[in-house]
Nanobody
Framework: VQLQASGGGLVQAGGSLRLSCTAS????????MGWFRQAPGKDREFVAA????????YAANSVKGRFTISRDNAKNTVYLQMNSLKPEDTAVYYC????????????????WGQGTLVTVSS
């Protein structure tokens, strides 16, 4: 599976962005999809995940209520809608895929995209 993330950019605090991640190479619908982020000098951390059917989602406490993960299997794309952005959300955001029917919140994904930079100014 090849993953291509896009949608990052510079936004003011309180603003919104929508990240997209498009998959190619294998059947998309069988994969749990996740978003992670890595700020400078910090470890990569889990942000949100969604099961292959889209029926179950999970978000980290730090983004719960502000970020929403969704997917469109017909378009082989997973989205991360980010609202009420804060400066501490500044990071490179990565999408990832794992062939499983359960939601995965750890870093144990099989495939990773190249990352897209989100910068939130105060």
């Amino acid at each position: 599976v090849q993953l291509q993330a896009s949608g990052g950019g510079l936004v003011q605090a309180g603003g919104s962005l929508r990240l997209s991640c498009t998959a190619s190479g294998r059947t998309f619908s069988g994969y749990n999809m996740g978003w992670f982020r890595q700020a400078p000098g910090k470890d990569r951390e889990f942000v949100a995940a969604i099961t292959w059917s889209g029926g179950t989602t999970y978000a980290a406490n730090s983004v719960k209520g502000r970020f929403t993960i969704s997917r469109d299997n017909a378009k082989n794309t997973v989205y991360l809608q980010m609202n009420s952005l804060k400066p501490e959300d500044t990071a490179v955001y990565y999408c990832a895929a794992k062939y499983t029917r359960v939601v995965v919140t750890t870093i144990s994904y099989d495939y990773w995209g190249q990352g897209t930079l989100v910068t939130v100014s105060s």
